[in-house]
Each structure stands twice: as structure tokens, then as C-alpha cells.
């Protein structure tokens, strides 16, 4: 199954929606996007499935008030050009190299051919 290229078309969705958003925790710099894969389902012979992913929306840590407002915005703004596959998580952390920031999490789920 061809997953990088499903993964990067998730990154380039949200990126045109004026995300900062990669697949590489090494680049983020919050406030920002990151796309993680959570599992892959095999649903055709052929190598066609379903990729579940978490989009996480992760905020700077600058106290609770000013998180919340960072991840609202980074919710409006992802919510314009994806559609949450189940409940959007709001009690979410994302470990960095800074520490744990608050988080958000949107399940996702993008087809993937073979």
C-alpha cells in the first residue's frame, strides 16, 4: 500500500488551509498540525485499505486561556478541509522536546490505494 503519499496528501490539505502541519515531529513548531499514523486496514485483495490517522493540533504552552484560543484556531481552520472520522479528543498532550503541549486530536480516515 502506497502510505507516504496518502500521508503527504493529508499534510498538503491542511497546509493549503494555512496550517504549518508535517508528518515529522522533528519539524514542528507550535502552533502547528502533525499527522500521525495510528493503523493501517487491508480491505481489498488488490492492496486498497483505509488509513487511520491522528491529526493533532498542538499549541504553544503559554497558559490554559491563550492554549485554548491557539487550538480553537488551529480546529476552525482544519475543520475547513477535513472531516473528523469519530469525536474530536480536547484533553490531548504531544510530547516534544519542549515538553508535553496541549493538544487536540482528530481521528481521520483516508483511503490508500495499492
Given at each position: 500500500?502506497?502510505?507516504a503519499?496518502?500521508?503527504?496528501?493529508?499534510?498538503?490539505?491542511?497546509?493549503?488551509?494555512?496550517?504549518?502541519?508535517?508528518?515529522?515531529?522533528?519539524?514542528?513548531?507550535?502552533?502547528?498540525?502533525?499527522?500521525?499514523?495510528?493503523?493501517l486496514?487491508?480491505?481489498?485483495?488488490?492492496?486498497?485499505?483505509?488509513?487511520?490517522?491522528?491529526?493533532?493540533?498542538?499549541?504553544?504552552?503559554?497558559?490554559?486561556?491563550?492554549?485554548?484560543?491557539?487550538?480553537?484556531?488551529?480546529?476552525?481552520?482544519?475543520?475547513?478541509?477535513?472531516?473528523?472520522?469519530?469525536?474530536?479528543?480536547?484533553d490531548?498532550?504531544?510530547?516534544?522536546?519542549?515538553?508535553?503541549?496541549?493538544?487536540?486530536?482528530?481521528?481521520?480516515?483516508?483511503?490508500?490505494?495499492?
Amino acid at each position: 500500500m502506497k502510505l507516504a503519499p496518502a500521508l503527504q496528501h493529508v499534510v498538503a490539505v491542511l497546509q493549503g488551509a494555512g496550517l504549518t502541519a508535517d508528518t515529522d515531529t522533528d519539524k514542528l513548531q507550535p502552533p502547528c498540525v502533525w499527522v500521525a499514523v495510528d493503523k493501517l486496514r487491508q480491505e481489498t485483495l488488490d492492496g486498497g485499505g483505509a488509513l487511520d490517522l491522528s491529526v493533532y493540533l498542538i499549541a504553544r504552552a503559554t497558559g490554559y486561556a491563550d492554549e485554548i484560543h491557539q487550538l480553537q484556531e488551529l480546529l476552525d481552520k482544519a475543520l475547513t478541509v477535513i472531516s473528523p472520522d469519530g469525536d474530536i479528543e480536547l484533553d490531548q498532550g504531544v510530547q516534544t522536546s519542549a515538553g508535553i503541549l496541549p493538544a487536540f486530536k482528530i481521528p481521520l480516515t483516508v483511503e490508500v490505494g495499492k
